[in-house]
């Protein structure tokens, strides 16, 4: 059973950084689709980013382009997600998901696909 758990969230002011971790155990050698989703107040979870451990591709979202990293740490298990010059806009609630399967630019998994989640770690950004 593949367990996933998010830590880094914090408070920032705008034009700030951070970068969330997301410690895997449970993986049993096999490669999975990973991916960053978020879910702010009174909106709907959106995927900001994804990579597959096995594989050099990666998606972002257009609001993150440029400002947020993916990536990934195999020795240690874990994904990371390091995001710059942050906004108010990007202040949510961030959870790590994996999809035991492989994606790539031609079929990046749509959020129903990720069948394991994070308890998630909160964002907040002050203007």
């Known amino acids: 059973q593949v367990q996933l758990v998010e830590s880094g969230g914090g408070s920032v002011q705008a034009g700030g950084s951070l970068r969330l971790s997301c410690a895997a155990s449970g993986y049993t050698g096999r490669r999975y689709c990973m991916a960053w989703f978020r879910q702010g107040p009174g909106k709907e979870r959106e995927g900001v980013a994804i990579l597959y451990t096995g594989g050099i591709n990666t998606y972002y979202a257009d609001s993150v382009k440029g400002r947020f990293t993916i990536s990934q740490d195999d020795d240690k298990n874990t994904l990371y997600l390091q995001m710059n010059s942050l906004e108010p806009e990007d202040t949510a609630m961030y959870y790590c998901?994996?999809?035991?399967?492989?994606?790539?630019?031609?079929?990046?998994?749509?959020?129903?696909?990720?069948?394991?989640w994070g308890q998630g770690t909160q964002v907040t950004v002050s203007s």
């Open positions: 998901a994996a999809a035991p399967r492989f994606c790539g630019p031609a079929n990046w998994p749509t959020r129903a696909e990720f069948g394991y």
